[in-house]
């Protein structure tokens, strides 16, 4: 049995198509994650890197294998697995504070007095700096803002593990870039474990302990699972000449555009297919 803190074994996905044929998303998917380890997965889209942390989420049901979390299988959703997405998923009539209130009301009623829950809800808001824009609404803050207020939501719910799926890809460069400064500091503050998906290989190599590097499809599965051997606190500055950093990002460069690009055609992903999972095998 795997001593890891999160572990998806044999994981396989399939999607039944309109016409009934089906679809092979994902094969093979084995990957062991530590507590505390900050795991990115890449690959071109369609390989089923979000396929891959909806079914960690428990939002879609494996073909076929298995995820362990803490020593329990995963099979449904659960406040132990916290979700960011691209999209912000901030309720639009609800204050920057009533959008975090309602997910640690919801997870700490009845562990957390009144007093506590409002404590609990200004030290996250405030972590990922937005004390400052309590009462707005999500119309009234810029998009970078958002994302912090989905990060502080997701923190305050004190999860096992944190799914972050492309957080920052909508973004411009600059708060992209300080998003990702403030979530190398919260991670190193609080030791969380987080899967995280990625297109941008810059953002794989600087936030991460290893970079899951996916293949094509159909049927697409780990190709290779590199290291990152850089020392923490990062500094995406001095990072800039590091002869380490860069030898990593020409690592996932190589397996990307040279080892995959002529593997066709791409898998289609989850988001493009029906939502209709091939039956779970016996």
């Known amino acids: 049995m795997s001593s890891a803190y999160l572990s998806l074994s044999h994981v396989d996905m399939s999607f039944a198509g309109r016409n009934g044929a ?136 004190e999860p096992k593990v944190l799914l972050l799926d492309e957080p920052f890809g909508a973004l411009d460069a600059l708060t992209r870039a300080h998003l990702q400064d403030e979530v190398i500091r919260i991670q190193s503050e609080l030791g969380n474990t987080v899967l995280m998906i990625t297109h941008d290989v810059d953002e794989a190599v600087l936030l991460s302990d290893r970079v899951v590097m996916m293949t094509n499809g159909p049927g697409a599965t780990i190709g290779q699972i590199m290291d990152v051997p850089l020392a923490r606190p990062r500094n995406r500055i001095a990072l800039a000449e590091d002869a380490v950093y860069n030898r990593c990002r020409q690592e996932i460069l190589s397996f990307l555009y040279e080892k995959q690009r002529k593997v066709e055609p791409i898998a289609p992903s989850s988001r493009a297919t029906p939502d209709t999972p091939v039956a779970l095998q016996a």
């Open 22 to 157: 089906v679809n092979p998303v994902l094969k093979g998917i084995n990957l062991d994650v530590q507590r505390g380890e900050f795991i990115s997965l890449i690959g071109h889209s369609g390989c089923g890197k979000s396929t891959v942390l909806n079914i960690v989420a428990g939002l879609l049901r494996a073909t076929a294998g298995g995820v362990i979390l803490d020593g329990r299988e995963i099979g449904a959703p659960g406040p132990d697995r916290a979700v960011v997405f691209q999209n912000h998923s901030l309720l639009p009539w609800l204050t920057v504070w009533q959008n975090v209130e309602l997910a640690v009301d919801k997870i700490f009623r009845d562990t957390k007095t009144p007093s506590e829950r409002k404590a609990w809800i200004r030290h996250n808001l405030e972590m990922v700096n937005m004390g400052h824009a309590l009462h707005r609404l999500p119309s009234e803050i810029s998009g970078g803002m958002k994302q912090r207020v989905g990060i502080a939501r997701a923190l305050a719910m």
